[in-house]
């Protein structure tokens, strides 16, 4: 994406909360964690309700702009159940992983806090403005330390990703090719002596070249949420399970299918030897039912 | 001495009678006038039939000759006037007689010989309403005009025949009179379903757009088959019937779409227009308004490939004949109304690079450029096409040896049956509306005509808050519904067939992530 098309975009004045304020480096609402890295933001200009319990439990979600149906997956079931539990997720607002995993953090009902790149009067990117004001609804944060409409470029991401890397805990790498800011993101963690965890990728995607090779160097493996909770010493609290509803015959088989593998209509009907008619009939269905969603021609089994 | 020799002009696809008066005056400078607001093509003719004349052995006369085309205020326009005006000035030469009741219309090549003319079936429907006996036309376009049976068509090749002709000579022998029910038997085949394979979906909606005249957009990555399935619609279309394909004919005899030597239209059309077509080549219009692409493809399925690469204003330009049926246009040289009644087959890549979504090539496109590549076709455009589907790249090599796959490989023919079936259930149930089929219906028919059950109306709230349906989209959901009831000879939309028809609506708006 060029920098030049960051379009400045004011929040919809539909979000209620639109309460706005500069935290200090001095003051004792700073919040500590952030405090204890090499060159700290002076001021911390913020959107939101500023709560300092927001800040107790941190995880940074960060990932590729080319997130795969894999990485989504990933994000819509570890980052939900973690957020679920009371963990806030810390991200960097961009379309892709970020958006996802704030996205995953507010479908789990838990907080998020988003770290622009530019002031906190712009909306980048422009179109995420629905995303934006969600954030703030659900007593969640848009932080940044550029004031006011103050443009993104080339060198504030990398200054962004050592706010989001230095508010947390720990940071969890999703998808990340192998030059690619997440990774950057990863080392500032590293250097501020925080828990990395990486989700592992197959080995042919380019977009998990970064997180298999964090892998390798000693991040942490992250299959379920557990691994990420147990960090934080939480339990795993108990989602609304829209699985509850029970499955019979026909859906059911075509659930299991979907468990193992992510299809296209025209192969399942293939595969159950029956016509897209029907088969597109019961899909539809089970969408409705949520037991599977799809995501461009391919539906996938619904984990949560 | 005056001789009068009648004739026509088409204006749009309506025909009006012309009398072509040569005079040739026995004082005066040897010249040769035509009156009677000539075109230049029209008055250009003086040289053919001058020379046309010449090179026929006969000597042209050293008179003054004036032609007048009646009604003098209406332009005249084509080169058709050549042999009317040829014939007048021969018969005060050769002194025959020109058969009462007779039209003439062709053009003179420089040797004598007569050249292929568009509009002859018009004249051919003009004459059978005037009552007009006999018709001299060129030998290529004979058979168009030669479809009513109290009409003499004669094949005219050369000037010198019909000389001989009229003299009493040599006779020409009148074309037979062709049936068109049976020259509609002879259609040519179309390109068959059974040939594509995999796309089990996409062939299923491309049937239902079939079976119910509905609108359709296709979206896939290049080379996923898009085009063949758009192709292979006119084969799965119910036939055309007399007076359909006579429409089509009429539109097609006046843009000069008619091969030499052909006669009336047998199959649907299929008009795939590039994305460089200009408004006026798709609506019609220009000077002397002509029909545009829409109004060829009436009848029959107007196949724009890469939708979203036709300039706006052009695609938006749609919108009324899609709703109407017809377009009628207004210019300074006349006005005319087409017929356009066809069936919108769209197609369009997923994302600028083509991509996305692709099982193995990555896509190379940011969500801000796919938005802005989506954006291109508006909302109420996409609101008339009622069925969407994504087409799947496939993998040929490996469906061609799959038997499951083969399975499903389904002829034209067997299609075209159901598709035939649904149209006639169709064609009962409008029987006292002014619309032929589901796709037409508005809200007040859909009310009428579309009985949900309480299982299927809950059905469809229900969808409506899980897949955020417009109220547009309502009621195109009812529409598809509709016809997947009468494919399957349903009387009542079963929760199925609603279930089947969400399978088909838009994503193409929907926010990506």
Request: some cysteine; charged content about 25%.
């Amino acid at each position: 994406m060029l920098l030049s098309e960051a379009v400045e975009v004011k929040p919809q004045p539909t979000t209620k909360i639109m309460e706005e304020g500069v935290i200090n480096i001095e003051e004792e609402k700073y919040p500590e964690l952030l405090g204890k890295i090499d060159h700290p933001p002076r001021k911390l200009y913020h959107r939101g309700h500023w709560d300092e319990d927001i800040f107790k439990n941190c995880l940074a979600v960060v990932g590729s702009r080319k997130m795969t149906n894999y990485g989504l997956m990933a994000v819509e079931k570890i980052v939900k159940e973690v957020a679920a539990a009371g963990v806030t997720i810390v991200s960097g607002f961009m379309f892709g992983i970020d958006a996802a995993s704030h996205r995953a953090a507010l479908d789990g009902g838990g907080r998020t806090i988003a770290v622009m790149p530019c002031g906190i009067n712009l909306v980048h990117p422009e179109y995420q403005g629905e995303l934006y004001g969600d954030i703030l609804e659900n007593q969640g944060l848009i932080i940044s330390e550029f004031e006011g409409d103050f443009p993104p470029d080339s060198w504030t991401y990398p200054k962004r990703n050592r706010i989001v890397a230095g508010l947390s805990k720990a940071t969890l790498i999703v998808e990340a090719a192998m030059k690619s800011g997440s990774l950057i993101t990863a080392g500032f963690a590293k250097k501020y002596k925080r828990k990395l965890f990486a989700l592992p990728g197959p080995i042919t995607s380019k977009v998990s070249e970064g997180t298999n090779h964090l892998l390798k160097n000693g991040a942490s493996l992250v299959t379920s949420s557990k691994d990420i909770l147990d960090f934080y010493g939480l339990r795993n609290s108990p989602l609304r399970n829209s699985n509850g509803q029970k499955t019979e015959g026909r859906e059911r088989e075509i659930l299991e299918l979907l468990k193992s593998e992510a299809m296209e209509i025209d192969d399942i009907s293939r595969k159950f030897g029956l016509s897209a008619s029907e088969i597109g009939a019961t899909l539809s269905l089970m969408a409705m039912k949520g037991l599977v969603f799809q995501k461009g021609r391919r539906y996938f089994a619904n984990f949560n | 001495m005056l001789i009068k020799i009648p004739s026509a002009l088409n204006i749009g696809l309506k025909t009006l009678g012309v009398d072509v008066e040569v005079n040739i005056a026995s004082r005066g400078m040897p010249s040769f006038d035509i009156v009677g607001l000539a075109s230049k093509a029209v008055d250009e003719s003086k040289e053919r039939v001058r020379t046309a004349i010449g090179n026929s052995g006969i000597s042209f006369p050293s008179k003054k000759i004036t032609v007048n085309l009646a009604p003098a205020d209406v332009p005249k326009e084509g080169s058709f006037y050549d042999l009317p005006m040829a014939v007048g000035i021969l018969s005060s030469i050769v002194q025959f007689k020109i058969p009462e009741s007779s039209l003439f219309f062709g053009e003179l090549s420089l040797d004598g010989s007569l050249r292929r003319i568009r509009g002859v079936f018009l004249m051919a429907i003009f004459a059978k309403e005037s009552g007009i006996k006999n018709i001299f036309v060129s030998k290529q376009s004979a058979n168009e005009a030669a479809l009513f049976k109290e009409i003499k068509v004669y094949p005219v090749e050369r000037l010198s025949q019909i000389v001989a002709h009229l003299g009493g000579k040599q006779l020409i022998r009148p074309v037979e009179c062709q049936e068109i029910e049976l020259e509609l038997e002879k259609r040519t085949a179309e390109f068959d379903m059974s040939e594509i394979l995999g796309q089990e979906q996409a062939k299923r909606a491309v049937e239902i757009a079939a079976a119910g005249g509905h609108n359709i957009i296709m979206i896939g990555s290049p080379g996923s088959g898009k085009t063949m399935l758009a192709r292979a619609i006119p084969g799965i279309l119910p036939s055309l019937n007399k007076e359909e394909s006579l429409e089509v004919t009429k539109i097609y005899s006046v843009t000069g779409n008619i091969p030499s030597g052909g006669s009336i239209i047998r199959n649907r059309p299929f008009r795939s227009p590039h994305h460089s077509t200009s408004l006026v080549g798709l609506v019609g219009g220009g000077d002397k308004p002509h029909p545009g692409e829409i109004s060829l493809a009436h009848r029959g399925v107007l196949f724009l490939d890469e939708f979203n690469e036709f300039p706006r204003s052009v695609l938006e330009s749609l919108r009324q004949p899609l709703e109407d049926g017809h377009v009628s246009i207004t210019r300074a040289g006349g006005r005319a109304k087409y017929p356009a009644e066809f069936m919108l087959v769209a197609s369009a890549n997923p994302c600028p690079c083509g991509y996305l979504n692709h099982p193995t090539k990555s896509c190379a496109c940011t969500p801000r450029e796919i938005r802005n590549y989506r954006k291109r076709i508006s909302g109420p455009l996409m609101d008339r096409i009622d069925l969407y589907v994504e087409v799947p790249s496939v993998d040929t090599r490996n469906l061609s040896q799959d038997k499951r796959a083969s399975k499903f490989l389904e002829t034209s023919a067997t299609i075209k049956k159901r598709v035939e079936k649904a149209r006639s259930l169709q064609k009962n149930r409008f029987q006292e509306e002014p619309i032929h089929c589901n796709a037409e219906m508005k809200n007040s028919h859909i009310k009428k005509h579309c009985f949900l059950s309480p299982a299927v109306e809950g059905l469809l709230s229900k969808a409506g808050s899980s897949f955020q349906l417009s109220a547009r989209s309502y009621f195109k959901m009812i529409k598809v519904a509709r016809t997947i009831a009468d494919l399957e000879n349903s009387k009542e939309i079963e929760p199925t067939h609603m279930a089947e028809a969400l399978q088909y609506r838009s994503h193409f708006h929907d926010e990506l992530n």
